[in-house]
């Protein structure tokens, strides 16, 4: 993990503006800018109206220091506008090869809870996307790599090409916290909700941690990452509104 960039706070009040362009945050009179120097500027008003809370209780008051990780939404908005706007092709083509690791593809062969828990959740999540997709996943026990049927990943492929860059953006953030596209498509999707998404992505280190007991340290990442799946479904719901 990167050490969280510490900045200063130099403003009292956040606020926006509507333009031409959409919604532009001010700190104070200065527009607010992401690192590599773009206007942050969003469409939706629910968004902006969210930014400005955001960098409204950063540090809480001028002069204290913050860290850029309190910003979630900045940071996707930040993903969107210098990331994905810029060059959406690559961060598709990075995004593909998460199809042939798809997480709900790869069973365990024990313990008992683990394949028990992955039967129960896993399968009917795989039957619903090989419907709705109109494609058939190869299912594997163990950790060797597969390899999916090429009509099933161009179809996946044919799914994320279609999405605008705010909805790429939330799979481009999602899918790697989760492992799984066929997860992030069933958040997206509402045929799951961020709770669930998280408890079927991370089964297995919930059944290590009932049979071995919790580690604290362990506990605090998997909560962090819950965190992040949170904030990505709020932004979802925000650029939706």
Request: hydrophobic residues 40%.
């Amino acid at each position: 993990m990167n050490k969280p960039l510490k900045l200063r706070r130099f403003w009292d009040k956040a606020t926006y503006i509507k333009d031409d362009d959409g919604f532009r945050i001010y700190l104070d009179k200065q527009l607010l800018r992401l690192p590599q120097k773009s206007i942050l500027t969003v469409s939706n008003e629910t968004l902006a109206k969210r930014i400005v809370d955001e960098w409204q209780n950063a540090g809480c008051k001028k002069g204290d220091i913050f860290s850029f990780d309190t910003l979630p939404i900045t940071r996707i908005i930040s993903t969107l506008i210098e990331k994905i706007k810029p060059d959406r092709k690559k961060y598709i083509d990075v995004l593909l090869p998460y199809v042939n690791g798809e997480l709900l593809c790869y069973r365990a062969e024990k313990p008992k809870q683990l394949v028990n828990k992955q039967n129960q959740l896993w399968q009917p999540i795989l039957q619903w996307i090989e419907e709705f997709l109109h494609i058939t996943f190869r299912v594997t026990k163990g950790v060797m790599p597969i390899v999916q049927d090429k009509q099933t990943i161009n179809k996946i492929k044919t799914y994320i090409m279609r999405l605008s860059d705010e909805e790429l953006t939330f799979f481009a953030v999602i899918i790697p916290l989760l492992g799984s596209v066929v997860l992030s498509i069933a958040i997206f999707e509402r045929k799951l909700s961020a709770q669930e998404g998280f408890e079927y992505a991370y089964l297995d280190e919930h059944i290590q941690s009932q049979i071995w007991g919790y580690d604290s340290e362990q506990q605090q990442r998997l909560n962090l990452i819950q965190k992040e799946i949170n904030e990505c479904v709020d932004y979802l719901e925000y650029i939706n509104n």
